[in-house]
């Protein structure tokens, strides 16, 4: 498959510099756009140096100083407004909204400008929103967010974050930094970095479906159990590592894409109905603590800020630690040596890591130290990577 990024290999930073927020502009802002920032995406512009570095750079990457999440004004603000007298209790429904049946709910892939402007009016007119993201990480350094995911109580779209890649962060930013706009996300730890680095979209008023069923210590954490507990559906969890870049996604695909957020809006009625009776049976004084508890977790993972990653020493320590082969300093250096070769040398062909050079053939070559290509061969019992040879 040709890779996708080629499409914007020019904008894709695997430099050791720090990574640099992509937005230029607050729809709801508190607070403008740090000048630090401003000042660093203009500098980044003139200097075009995000495929310009070389090997040894990653010395100046230690301590560097990673942006601040530039919605922390507005975050905060609204994670401090949901403790208002009155603001939990209107948050709460009396009876949970039940969901369409899948066969019955318009399904639309947006794959054009103008299919996203149709979305967009159609995400802004409502309160509540269902989301979740499919990403790629073999093929790229960095990370591809490959597809979106959006459903509202009458209807999903499936968004083409490749081929709408450039769009996406103005299109949806006045959606995803609306604090009247709830954004219901299921384990959103690494979605929240997603959308920061590839899309510029900071997220403000934000629900996780899985801060909500550690607060209430359910048996299980994971949207498959959520899914199968409230709304009676099995999902096939085989398609969760597979490669969402392709077009078209097969029939398969789209519907596990689908069913991430379709039935989410409903799982997140039952387990905020949930929270109020868990916090009035143990509480009756402070009947809403449980309900902001998660709001409070939420919030707090929407101030994360992407960073770009690092080599870093400790990364090297535990790779020697299960490496029982190493006996002699000579091999732990030039282990040490390879590992940051790969990492640069990945960076450059915008690789991951594991693809590159897999971590057992990492070690073979530091145990045999060969010095020629047929003993690089025989050291990696014949199978090279590329990337090996062509460096």
């Given at each position: 498959m040709r890779?996708?990024?080629?499409?914007?290999?020019?904008?894709?930073?695997?430099?050791?510099?720090?990574f640099?927020?992509?937005?230029?502009?607050?729809?709801?802002?508190?607070?403008?756009?740090?000048?630090?920032?401003?000042?660093?995406?203009?500098?980044?512009?003139?200097?075009?140096?995000?495929?310009?570095?070389?090997?040894?750079?990653?010395?100046?990457?230690?301590?560097?100083?990673?942006?601040?999440?530039?919605?922390t004004p507005e975050i905060e603000a609204f994670d401090q407004s949901i403790g208002e007298d009155g603001k939990l209790a209107s948050l709460v429904p009396d009876v949970a909204t039940e969901f369409k049946p899948l066969e019955n709910t318009t399904l639309t892939f947006v794959d054009t400008e103008e299919k996203l402007a149709k979305a967009c009016e159609v995400?802004?007119?409502?309160?509540?929103?269902?989301?979740?993201?499919e990403h790629h990480s073999s093929r790229t350094y960095l990370g591809i967010t490959s597809l979106m995911q959006v459903s509202t109580r009458e209807e999903d779209f499936i968004i083409d974050t490749i081929t709408l890649r450039k769009h996406l962060g103005d299109a949806l930013r006045p959606i995803f930094d609306n604090p009247d706009i709830v954004k219901v996300l299921h384990g959103a730890d690494m979605d929240i970095e997603w959308l920061q680095r590839d899309l510029g979209l900071y997220v403000v008023n934000m629900f996780d479906t899985g801060q909500a069923s550690r607060v209430l210590g359910l048996k299980g954490f994971g949207l498959a159990f959520l899914l199968q507990t409230y709304c009676s559906v099995l999902t096939d969890k085989k398609y969760q590592l597979a490669d969402w870049r392709q077009r078209p996604l097969p029939e398969e695909m789209v519907k596990?894409?689908?069913e991430d957020t379709h039935y989410l809006l409903y799982v997140y009625d039952r387990l905020r109905i949930e929270l109020l009776e868990r916090g009035r049976a143990s509480n009756a004084a402070n009947p809403y603590a449980p309900l902001k508890a998660v709001y409070h977790k939420s919030s707090a993972l929407c101030l994360k800020s992407y960073e770009k990653p690092e080599v870093k020493d400790y990364n090297f320590y535990m790779l020697v630690a299960r490496n029982k082969a190493l006996q002699s300093l000579n091999q732990v250096r030039v282990l040490k040596m390879l590992l940051k070769w790969r990492d640069f040398v990945a960076r450059k062909e915008d690789e991951s890591n594991h693809y590159m050079l897999p971590n057992h053939v990492l070690f073979q070559i530091g145990r045999d130290l060969p010095t020629t290509r047929n003993e690089l061969r025989d050291s990696c019992r014949a199978h090279v990577p590329p990337a090996v040879l062509l460096h």
């Open positions: 890779k996708p990024q080629h499409a914007w290999i020019a904008d894709i930073d695997n430099s050791y510099d720090a640099v927020p992509l937005l230029t502009a607050k729809p709801h802002c508190i607070e403008d756009l740090p000048t630090e920032i401003i000042e660093a995406q203009a500098k980044q512009q003139e200097s075009k140096t995000s495929r310009n570095f070389a090997y040894g750079d990653h010395k100046q990457q230690k301590g560097q100083a990673s942006f601040p999440n530039p919605y995400l802004s007119s409502v309160t509540e929103l269902a989301v979740d993201l596990y894409a689908r």
